[in-house]
């Protein structure tokens, strides 16, 4: 073989040695910390649990294989979801019962805040058992807008609010949040992380604040400022475009969710 043809089989070598190293190069200065000189340990050591979950959920074929890829929080997180879940069919069962017998609507109203109590819990057994995963984060994100976007606007239309604006006006609530939890999963790998990698800060206020809303409209039912007696009651009565102006806390609500210059501090 003349040196020529050597040197031609040695091209390609040289440069997949190249491609390599930039490879390389390139996934440590991405798992560097904004300020830091050091790779995150986090980003880089592979967490096993979240191996096994992928393994699990991609080999086995069983009808209940994939309950053996759920670790402990993420089975709190569906409790979060069924909270959700039973608050809308409670709301549900107010519209079709008396409308005097607030019953299921306290429930439906009840079960809000504790779904919030699993959202929180999840997290804290997650970091006590030290295992996270992929599949976890987006049963959180779905558990969520069920929880705190889907049945707090249930809920208004159980109270009363139900003109066909109304329910533009609501599913733009619900949308926000929707759009809200997507951009988190998408950026939380990018936001400012503190020293135990957690992110500092929210982008937009986090759905759960819909909470807010619940405490009035709690506070209405017991006043029993429902239905016809909703405050500022019915604007433009009769009309195509009628509505209950009080939709306007929903509006807010979901504009501050989406907004990219609210940064709230994590806890």
Not at 72 to 81: F, H, K, R, S, V
Not at 138 to 167: K, N, Q, Y
Not at 230 to 237: D, H, K, N, S, V
Not at 243 to 250: A, K, M, N, R
């Amino acid at each position: 073989m003349t040196s020529s043809t050597k040197a031609k089989h040695k091209k390609p070598l040289i440069l997949k040695k190249i491609i390599v190293q930039r490879s390389l190069a390139d996934i440590v200065n991405m798992s560097r910390r904004p300020g830091s000189g050091q790779p995150d340990e986090i980003d880089l050591v592979v967490d096993k649990g979240m191996e096994k979950q992928k393994m699990l959920l991609s080999s086995d074929k069983g009808h209940f294989s994939m309950i053996k890829a759920l670790h402990l929080a993420d089975l709190i997180t569906e409790l979060n979801g069924f909270c959700g879940v039973m608050s809308i069919f409670s709301s549900m069962r107010y519209c079709l019962g008396e409308s005097q017998s607030f019953g299921n609507l306290w429930a439906a109203l009840a079960l809000i805040p504790l779904g919030l109590f699993f959202d929180f819990m999840d997290g804290k057994v997650a970091r006590w058992r030290k295992k996270s995963s992929l599949m976890g984060q987006e049963l959180d994100s779905l558990a969520d807008l069920v929880s705190f976007g889907v049945s707090p606007a249930v809920a208004a239309f159980a109270l009363g609010i139900r003109t066909p604006v109304d329910h533009l006006l609501l599913s733009f609530f619900v949308l926000c949040g929707l759009t809200r939890l997507a951009r988190f999963n998408v950026t939380v790998a990018n936001l400012p992380k503190d020293a135990s990698g957690k992110s500092k800060y929210f982008e937009g206020t986090p759905i759960p604040t819909s909470l807010f809303i619940v405490g009035i409209m709690s506070y209405w039912l017991s006043q029993k400022w429902i239905l016809e007696n909703i405050p500022l009651g019915l604007w433009a009565e009769g009309a195509w475009f009628e509505f209950h102006p009080v939709v306007g806390i929903f509006i807010v609500s979901g504009c501050m969710m989406v907004s990219k210059s609210i940064h709230i501090p994590k806890l």
